[in-house]
């Protein structure tokens, strides 16, 4: 059974970094495109970035630029670097794994728990 750990969210004023990580357990990391996800309260689930296996990325328009998505297969771990942060990119972070590149949420089969990211003004 996939196991998906995120850490590193938390306080940051606006312009600040913060860097996500997320665990992954359970299956081989490899094999596996990851995502990012955010849900601000009140808003559905968007997209935020993905790694394919190849390590092909993704973004959406409002991250790119500033945030960066990028995996450890040693460690099974992704990462997500996020700079010059903005108040709207106060969210809850999902890490997520699915067996092919896409931005849609439906094909990820398995996802963490998430990690709330506050970014104050």
């Known amino acids: 059974q996939v196991q998906l750990v995120e850490s590193g969210g938390g306080l940051v004023q606006a312009g600040g970094s913060l860097r996500l990580s997320c665990a992954f357990s359970g299956r081989t990391f490899s094999y596996y495109t990851m995502g990012w996800f955010r849900q601000a309260s009140g808003k559905e689930r968007e997209f935020v970035t993905y790694?394919?296996?190849?390590?092909?990325?993704s973004y959406a328009d409002s991250v790119k630029g500033r945030f960066t998505v990028s995996r450890d297969n040693a460690k099974n771990t992704v990462y997500l670097q996020m700079n010059s942060l903005k108040p709207e990119d106060t969210a809850v972070y999902y890490c997520a794994a699915a067996g092919i590149p896409t931005t849609t949420s439906t094909t990820y089969n398995y996802w963490g728990q998430g990690t709330q990211v506050t970014v104050s003004s």
């Open positions: 790694i394919s296996r190849s390590s092909g990325t």
